[in-house]
Nanobody
Framework: QVQLVESGGGLVQPGGSLRLSCVAS????????MGWYRQAPGKEREMVAT???????TYVNSVKGRFTISRDNAKNTVYLQMNSLKPEDTAVYYC???????????WGQGTQVTVSS
């Protein structure tokens, strides 16, 4: 089992920045990809950014150039640096990890990000 705990959400004005953190614990040696998803009210959950163990990153088009995903393997932590935030970025952000060998998906509890003036 893998446990994911997010932190760093909050209320920020448009144009502001936030950094989300996700600490992984448990059987993390099985994990191949970690990333962030988000779900806004009335919308489906969508992938925001992912990073493989090899460092390959993927971003949804709407955040390219504004968000950056990174990992600190020594701390078993993945980050999402969010700059130039827009009201449409408002959502609950979930940390995600997947073990490809078993196609097991793990989710954090979610952290609220609200972009509003």
């Amino acid at each position: 089992q893998v446990q994911l705990v997010e932190s760093g959400g909050g209320l920020v004005q448009p144009g502001g920045s936030l950094r989300l953190s996700c600490v992984a614990s448990g059987s993390i040696f099985n994990i191949n990809v970690m990333g962030w998803y988000r779900q806004a009210p009335g919308k489906e959950r969508e992938m925001v950014a992912t990073m493989t163990n090899g460092g390959t990153t993927t971003y949804v088009n709407s955040v390219k150039g504004r968000f950056t995903i990174s990992r600190d393997n020594a701390k078993n932590t993945v980050y999402l640096q969010m700059n130039s935030l827009k009201p449409e970025d408002t959502a609950v952000y979930y940390c995600h990890a997947v073990a490809l060998s078993s196609m097991t998906h793990y989710w954090g509890q979610g952290t609220q990000v609200t972009v509003s003036s």
